[in-house]
């Protein structure tokens, strides 16, 4: 790479492909793939078509992403002329979508997909300006900017707004985290040197785009010039052919929710000839359940390094880091430390006692802390606020709910969520560590705990439980006596053949909240 200064993602990435112009970028398949020089080309091509369409710097775009070339060089061709990109689900009912549309205001939306007859119609009648990748009008107009030079806007540093990743809000209403150039040029350099990021690597893009560990999976890879094996959005559908894909396309880094490789692992289609050039598993977004960690440890521990990343989408993606090794399976009830921040972070913890300040709510800050939530002045107040404990200068830290403790060795321990922890009999509970017991039962694959408050104000703690070994709930209470002390263990247990899960993949509490109601 040149010595050039690189302050913006449009440098970045030009960058980029002059070095590796030859190298596969987006790989499909065996016949289907696209260079960096291919990408580059589409991109400056899209870039200009979107120019022409009156989109300019601090604009929004919505993309309906499935993923194909063409919506991944509109997602480059808007960081080029500083445009904002956000990534949506086209299997969210409209309601949700509308709901985002509404609060991000794009000035269009570009569809990738084929055929879906009701959300065409609800963007007609709401009035969206509307471009289709497949047609023949927009396949026109793009060849006629395949021609023209993109000269590089200079204009947009590293504060310029990059996408909008919208998550799922409290009050029901998607919140959308805004990430900076600078914030994903950080990210990008933290990728390549913490995953040893090598040219012939290639990463396994098993993540939906619209969810935010797939920054990780697209930054990290197509910003230092190393492939993206590109699986549809609904990966899980497939696992027999996402493993062939994996091997016989030899991709080496894997990032994931945990709850994704639970359920390989349940299926019982991971063994030792899968996962064959694979050298990084990461995972993050929830924690991982300590026997079925185990069991993919035991299972690829000789070629693979195991790393739990974790980090909010406030703070693009991933914070910290840390490798998983044998003595991590010492204690089986308690889920792995999230380790050290990454370099160039740092946090705050703010005490829920103050006769402790090592444990309680962490707070981040530094470079990767983005830019708030687009169109909430509100929210974003609440969230990222003054650094209580620097009283000379104003400076930024995002408030993430986690609660952590800074162990003796100066690890963070993820503990709990401010919002699930509970005073149940007098005592303080964070309701993630009964999920941590109740996952050490070798019969149990997975487990939500919620509480359940009462008229009266007393509450009683509810578990619900996935058991490959139909082991009633009795069993399971019983099995708990020695473990967890009375007041911890769950008034009922409901044993589920499969939890729910959200459109990421995470178990989905808010489904599991709305069975309360019926107990």
């Not at 190298?23 to 793939?33: D, E, G, P, R, T």
């Not at 493993?243 to 945990?258: A, M, Q, R």
């Not at 939500?448 to 009683?460: F, P, R």
């Not at 099995?479 to 053949?497: C, G, Q, T």
């Amino acid at each position: 790479m040149s010595n050039r200064y690189i302050y913006n993602l449009g440098i970045l990435f030009d960058e980029v492909c002059k070095k590796h112009k030859d190298s596969i970028a987006l790989h499909y398949n065996k016949k289907h793939f696209v260079t960096f020089s291919d990408l580059k080309d589409l991109s400056n091509s899209i870039a200009n078509y979107l120019l022409s369409s009156g989109i300019s710097r601090g604009d929004v775009v919505a993309i309906f992403n499935t993923k194909s070339e063409f919506a991944f060089s509109v997602m480059i061709a808007c960081l080029k002329i500083g445009a904002i990109y956000t990534n949506l689900d086209l299997t969210s009912p409209w309601e949700r979508i509308s709901k985002i549309l509404s609060k991000c205001k794009p000035k269009i939306v570009v569809k990738d997909y084929l055929d879906n007859k009701v959300l065409d119609k609800a963007l007609i009648e709401d009035g969206y300006s509307v471009i289709d990748l497949h047609s023949v009008e927009f396949q026109n107009e793009f060849k006629r900017c395949f021609s023209e030079k993109l000269d590089i806007n200079h204009e947009i540093n590293g504060s310029n707004p990059a996408y909008i990743m919208f998550t799922s809000g409290s009050t029901g209403f998607p919140k959308g985290a805004v990430m900076s150039h600078q914030n994903l040029i950080n990210f990008i350099g933290w990728g390549k040197e913490r995953f040893d990021v090598k040219p012939d690597d290639a990463f396994t893009n098993v993540n939906p785009i619209y969810f935010d560990n797939s920054v990780f999976d697209f930054y990290t890879a197509i910003f230092t010039g190393t492939r993206l094996v590109v699986f549809p959005n609904d990966a899980a559908k497939d696992v027999r052919g996402m493993l062939d894909k994996i091997n016989e396309l030899k991709c080496t880094i894997w990032f994931s929710v945990p709850s994704f490789l639970v359920y390989l692992i349940t299926t019982k289609i991971l063994n030792k000839n899968e996962f064959k050039h694979i050298r990084k598993i990461s995972f993050g977004g929830e924690g991982f359940p300590k026997p079925r960690l185990k069991y993919l440890y035991d299972l690829y521990k000789e070629r693979a390094e195991f790393v739990n990343v974790y980090g909010p989408t406030e703070c693009t993606c991933i914070c910290s880091s840390y490798k998983i090794t044998e003595k991590d399976f010492d204690n089986m009830s308690e889920l792995a430390p999230l380790g050290f921040l990454a370099p160039n972070f740092d946090y705050e913890i703010i005490p829920i006692d103050e006769n402790d300040k090592t444990y309680g709510e962490l707070c981040l800050k530094g470079p990767n802390v983005g830019l708030g939530y687009y169109g909430d002045e509100e929210l974003t107040r609440k969230s990222f606020i003054k650094n209580p404990y620097n009283s000379m200068l104003d400076e930024k830290i995002y408030k993430t709910g986690d609660i952590v403790k800074k162990a003796d060795n100066g690890y963070l321990l993820f503990k709990g969520r401010i919002d699930n922890q509970i005073k149940h009999m007098g005592y303080r509970i964070e309701l993630e560590e009964i999920e941590s017991v109740i996952n050490t039962l070798e019969y149990v694959n997975e487990s939500a705990v919620l509480y359940k408050k009462e008229e009266n104000g007393i509450g009683q703690i509810l578990a619900f439980v996935n058991s490959k070994s139909r082991k009633d709930s009795a069993q399971i209470g019983k099995d708990l006596k020695s473990k967890l002390p009375p007041y911890m263990k769950p008034k009922k247990i409901i044993v589920m053949e499969e939890l729910p899960k959200n459109r990421n993949g995470k178990t989905d509490k808010l489904q599991l909240k709305e069975l309360l109601k019926e107990l």
